[in-house]
């Protein structure tokens, strides 16, 4: 099943077949670090779930394709001067707060801004520091980079009575303003969606017979929020097997990952075809111990991450070492809108309600790029903000 899988650069295809994943309600309810169910013995013949099965071929031929077109804003106002942005990240070792972060950098040069970003290092601690630091600057608007508000609530309740517009980068679960915390927009793409083609992803490459490790940040509400959607969606096909659904903190991950890879390989066996992570990173630090177990590095397990598209997640897939799949954040887009929505933001205009839509790179459509930089959103916001070249 899994031994057709051929790399063909810029190529779009369905892949003929996919996993499947056992959800019983024991399985999926209160499962924590460790829990386990059996191992299955192959993920091969009939898909165990074929409706199920098929609306996700669907969904994920969809989702690969890498020919289209701009559905963000063409029209806003235009470029407002001498504003300053400080970004504050949750860590900068976090690929996607990184990622966001250097897109904000990019658009900020185009539209003349200032930016600074301030790393909170991981951490409570650092991360209220860094948000302190922030407002004490008087920034023009800070960005809430990939951390929980609340966990900085003191901070922000001083940004919004120094009038000091915020704006999210996967800082609550849903795109768009948020009230309650008070923030001008959140961008990030639409969580329900990312976790859903993951997994439908597992289902459709699997072909509905997959035994899976779901690996996933607890300590963070977004990461948290989005392994349970995955474990739902798995759920929805009943040959599904969750082997394990591990709880790894992001900090943690280099330390943590190859201990956790080591002990799930020895207690499943090739049961364990396929992984599904919240983020990337945690296949940079799982691929030394898959390594160092002799396994193949095109799989199995299959693994697929739920975000964010770093380089070094591209360069797994396309050298098929121990990664398969991810579903990217466009995090240079992103980083372009988050200072487009600022300046709707400093126009007193609403923001624009763009989500990007979701996409899956696998090593058939990754072109050898290193990052999802889907086309027109540079040219959009150039011609928006009156900076065309």
């Known amino acids: 099943m899994h031994g057709n899988r051929k790399s063909n650069p810029g190529a779009f295809k369905v892949r003929p077949a996919a996993c499947a994943l056992l ?83 990019e658009a900020a040069r185009v539209i003349g801004w200032n930016v600074r970003v301030i790393d909170g290092g991981g951490t409570p601690t650092g991360i209220q520091a860094a948000m302190s630091e922030a407002v004490a600057l008087k920034p023009s608007g800070i960005v809430i980079g990939g951390f929980d508000p609340d966990s900085t609530s003191r901070q922000v309740s001083q940004a919004n009575a120094a009038d000091i517009p915020l704006i999210g980068w996967h800082a609550v679960a849903a795109p768009g303003p948020s009230r309650r915390p008070e923030l001008f927009t959140n961008v990030t793409t639409q969580v329900e969606d990312v976790a859903e083609i993951s997994a439908q992803w597992i289902i459709s490459d699997s072909n509905g017979r997959a035994g899976v490790v779901l690996i996933t940040d607890a300590s963070i509400p977004f990461a948290r929020g989005k392994s349970e959607l995955i474990r739902k969606e798995l759920a929805t096909c009943t040959s599904v097997k969750l082997l394990s659904y591990e709880n790894i903190p992001i900090p943690d991950a280099s330390s943590r990952t190859p201990r956790a890879i080591s002990s799930l390989l020895s207690r499943f066996g090739s049961g364990w075809t396929h992984s599904v992570a919240i983020n990337d990173l945690y296949f940079a630090d799982a691929a030394p111990a898959f390594r160092a177990a002799g396994e193949n590095g095109s799989g199995p397990p299959f693994n697929i991450g739920a975000g964010d598209g770093d380089p070094s997640a591209f360069q797994r ?31 007193g205009r609403p923001a624009s309600g763009y989500v990007a839509p979701v996409h899956i790179t696998t090593a058939d459509n990754s072109d050898d790029a290193t990052m999802w930089d889907p086309p027109g959103y540079q040219e959009a916001y150039r011609k928006i903000w009156g900076k065309q070249q």
């Not at 398969?324 to 992103?334: C, D, H, I, M, N």
């Open 317 to 347: 897939i396309s050298g098929r070492q121990y990664q398969a799949a991810t579903v990217p954040e466009p995090l240079t887009e992103q980083g372009w809108q988050i200072v487009d929505e600022f300046n709707r933001a400093f126009s």
């Open 23 to 105: 959800a019983t309600a024991t399985v999926l309810v209160g499962c924590e670090r460790g829990s386990s169910g059996s191992a299955q013995e192959s993920p091969t013949g009939p898909s165990g779930c074929p409706a199920v099965h098929n609306r996700a071929q669907a969904a994920v031929a969809r989702a690969e394709n890498n020919d289209i077109s701009w559905s963000g804003p063409t029209s806003g106002p235009a470029a407002v001067s001498g504003k300053t942005l400080v970004y504050v990240a949750q860590t900068m070792t976090n690929p996607g707060v990184a990622g966001a972060a250097n897109g904000v950098r």
